[in-house]
């Protein structure tokens, strides 16, 4: 379900959406700590050049979006729900990266934890809550990352600081400003303050805080505010970080007894995935369909005021169909608004969706003009 939105959302908004929220640890500036001079070009460079491969850490998730308030009478193991939950609520995990292919990510709740473990072309998904694994086996040449990729990738509910930085960065056009802010603080590490913000005032989003770690260029926190509000809408941060290579032992995974196991084989790129235990089966990508619609989707405007739009084909039954929808939406003309601090999507009456960091407005004459 996640997934499938993203494919609607802004370019802008993706990678802060992806993660199911983002941390909101917003910048304290600091004036006591002293750091070279540094231009907005020179810190984007620092990013660029980071080399840091090794690392682990503690990462926070909070938001705060101003999004409806769940009913308690939604159906636990709804995709739908699971979806809003990752918007919506606090998450904690810890990290361990040892190069591009080795990664841990555990995802702490009050009720379950969540394991993601990649070593090589073996990954695994577990779920204390219902006590279920997922293994996938990687084949092919496209099983390895790809050469020289020192970015860290984490899994789940939880994202480092440095992909949603990369995704920011990547998107800087002429319609951003980009500046230096107040040296800060962030996991006790000294860092410079790289603020983006956007040229138009038709948009929802107010500015963009990285911190840029100032010995090794690698982001710490990454901080979304949106217009009139004071506090991060969405952001993410380190607050417990070590740059020593983690212990091997920690990217083997068993299973604990008793648990489901569910296994694949998945060769990248084919769009077929097969399970070891029926060599001949091949089975259609679960994606197929999620790729197919994918190319209904098609944008208007550009940068910070990107509104993507997809037919009512594209829309999951489950959304479509769901008392949520209903809960989390508010009557407008034209048909119902979800509104957040960051985002508005609008559902038309004709089953059409429009989705963009803007006023509704701005989507209503998007819809009126398809």
Same mark, same amino acid.
């Given at each position: ?42 810190v984007l460079a620092m990013i660029g ?31 739908? *729900? ?55 086996? *990687? ?25 949603l930085a990369e995704r920011f960065i ?74 020593q290579t983690p212990s091997a032992s ?73 008392? *949520? ?12 608004? #979800? ?23 701005? #989507? ?7």
């Open positions: 379900m996640a997934r499938k939105w993203l494919r609607w959302l802004p370019a802008a908004i993706v990678p802060v959406v992806v993660v199911g929220g983002a941390m909101a640890f917003p910048l304290q500036a600091e004036a006591d700590i002293q750091l070279p001079n540094k231009s907005p070009a020179e050049n980071s080399t840091v491969r090794d690392f682990s850490g503690t990462v926070e998730q909070t938001s705060q979006l101003g999004l409806p308030q769940i009913p308690s009478s939604m159906d636990p193991g709804s995709s739908t *729900l699971s979806a809003l939950d990752a918007l919506t609520s606090n998450h904690t995990a810890r990290i361990y990266v040892d190069g591009p292919q080795k990664v841990r990510v555990q995802v702490m709740t009050s009720l379950a934890e969540q394991d993601f473990v990649r070593n090589g072309s073996d990954i695994w998904a577990y779920n204390s809550k219902d006590n279920t694994a997922t293994h996938t086996i *990687l084949s092919g040449t496209g099983a390895g990352a790809k050469s020289g990729s020192a970015k860290p990738h984490g899994s789940g509910k939880a994202t480092t600081p440095a992909q990547t998107a800087v056009t002429p319609s951003t400003s980009v500046t230096v802010g107040k040296n800060t603080k962030v996991a006790g590490r000294s860092a410079y303050d790289l603020v983006l913000r956007p040229r138009t005032s038709t948009t929802l989003v107010g500015s963009v805080s990285i911190a840029v770690d100032a010995k090794t260029g690698l982001p710490l926190s990454v901080a979304v505010m949106a217009k009139g509000q004071k506090d991060a809408a969405l952001s993410v941060a380190f607050t417990q970080l070590s740059l920690l990217f083997t995974f068993s299973p604990p007894s008793g648990a489901k196991v569910t296994e694949h084989t998945v060769s990248p790129g084919t769009g077929h995935r097969t399970t070891p235990k029926h060599p001949g089966a091949v089975t259609p990508d679960p994606d197929a369909k999620a790729k197919a619609n994918a190319k209904q989707v098609s944008t208007t405007g550009s940068g910070w005021s990107t509104i993507v739009s997809a037919p009512a084909s594209a829309l999951p039954s489950e959304l479509t169909g769901s008392s *949520l929808l209903s809960s989390a939406t508010t009557k407008v003309t034209g048909g119902r608004l #979800l509104s957040t601090s960051l985002l508005n999507v609008l559902f038309t009456t004709d089953g059409r969706v429009f989705a963009g960091s803007v006023p509704l407005a701005q #989507l209503q004459a998007a819809a009126n003009a398809k």
